[in-house]
């Protein structure tokens, strides 16, 4: 049982490229969620999603877009990285969208 | 706005009681999570209060009071293990947690 996953790991592209992070779920959770963590700021929403083929933003959506065409899936992608977008992010995914969340591994993305 | 305090760091040692607390300001109000992170790795859930009073899982407690804007989470019988990150996270709204920067842990022998 695989539960979440986040791929790549870890990322280093260049300021201007697109950057895209994948999560994959087997749980077939209805909610998806992308955070960022940095210093400081513990963990910010970026999208979520309640279902496939429906999306909404979160705390701080600019920069970045996704889709879910498939339930187990949630990709994120930086349409043009900044280096304000160095960070770890975090997929998570939740059967109810309230209480409990689970979290993937993280993906350490670095945009020099 | 929201905004959600919680001490950066606490220190305490094996198998004493520690008490993490945090108070919010926010524009909706579902429910209080804890959350708990070791460097590395990711968060996982520990608890959820939405009612005021005390919830018990194990070594850890949780408790909110609504009226006061204010929970806190107890660890009890600390272990080695138990240093990490704790976050606590409002739930605003269906779906949306915010959460707060974290408290740092560190369990000495």
């Known amino acids: 049982d695989a539960g979440i996953t986040q791929s790549p790991r870890y990322k280093i592209t260049e300021t201007g490229r697109q950057v895209t992070l994948m999560c994959h779920q087997t749980?077939?959770?209805?909610?998806m969620f992308w955070y960022r963590q940095d210093l400081g700021h513990g963990l910010r929403l970026i999208y979520y999603?309640?279902?496939?083929?429906?999306?909404d933003k979160g705390e701080v959506p600019d920069g970045y877009v996704v889709s879910r065409s498939k339930t187990e899936n949630f990709p994120l992608t930086l349409e043009s990285a900044t280096r304000s977008q160095t960070s770890v992010y975090f997929c998570?995914?939740?059967?109810?969208?309230?209480?409990?969340?689970?979290f993937g591994p993280g993906t350490r993305l670095t945009v020099l | 706005g929201q905004s959600l305090e919680q001490p950066s760091e606490v220190t305490a040692v094996e198998g004493a009681i520690v008490q993490i607390n945090c108070t919010y300001q926010?524009?909706?109000?579902?429910?209080l999570s804890w959350y708990q992170q070791h460097d590395g790795g990711a968060p996982t859930f520990l608890s959820y209060?939405?009612?005021?009073g005390l919830e018990e899982t194990g070594r850890f407690s949780s408790f909110l009071s609504r009226s006061d804007s204010y929970g806190y989470l107890l660890l009890q019988e600390l272990q080695m293990k138990d240093s990490a990150s704790y976050f606590c996270?409002?739930?605003?709204?269906?779906?949306?947690?915010?959460f707060g920067t974290g408290t740092r842990l560190l369990v000495s022998p």
């Open positions: 998570a995914s939740s059967e109810t969208g309230s209480d409990t969340q689970y």
């Open positions: 749980w077939s959770h209805s909610y």
């Open positions: 999603s309640a279902a496939a083929d429906i999306t």
């Open positions: 926010t524009s909706g109000f579902y429910g």
């Open positions: 209060n939405a009612l005021d």
């Open positions: 996270a409002v739930l605003t709204g269906f779906q949306k947690l915010v």
